[in-house]
């Protein structure tokens, strides 16, 4: 079983940075990928950065160039870094993790608010 525990996040003000962790507990042998997700209010969630075991980071538009996701696979943690961060990036952001066989598991949520 695998169990994600998320730190990090806060408030910060318009082009300030954040770095948002999740460390993952369990089988990690069976992590076939890890990513970010955020969901402001009255959004769904979406997608911000997403990794695959073995492969680079991908980004979604609303991060590329201002966030970097990277993983730290003797602390079986990934991290996200938020820089130059904006107010339209206040959310609840997720860590996840797809393990082999296709489940998904979901860390708890870490508010960033950003404020202009």
């Known amino acids: 079983q695998v169990q994600l525990v998320q730190s990090g996040g806060g408030l910060v003000q318009t082009g300030g940075s954040l770095r948002v962790s999740c460390a993952a507990s369990?089988?990690?042998?069976?992590?076939?990928?890890m990513g970010w997700y955020r969901q402001a209010p009255g959004k769904q969630r979406e997608l911000v950065a997403r990794m695959y075991s073995g492969g680079g980071p991908y980004y979604e538009d609303s991060g590329k160039g201002r966030f970097t996701l990277s993983r730290n696979v003797a602390n079986n943690a990934w991290y996200l870094q938020m820089n130059n961060l904006k107010a339209e990036d206040t959310a609840v952001y997720y860590c996840?993790?797809?393990?082999?066989?296709?489940?998904?598991?979901w860390g708890q949520g870490t508010q960033v608010n950003v404020s202009s």
């Open positions: 996840m993790t797809v393990l082999v066989g296709d489940a998904e598991i």
């Open positions: 369990g089988s990690i042998i069976r992590i076939r990928a």
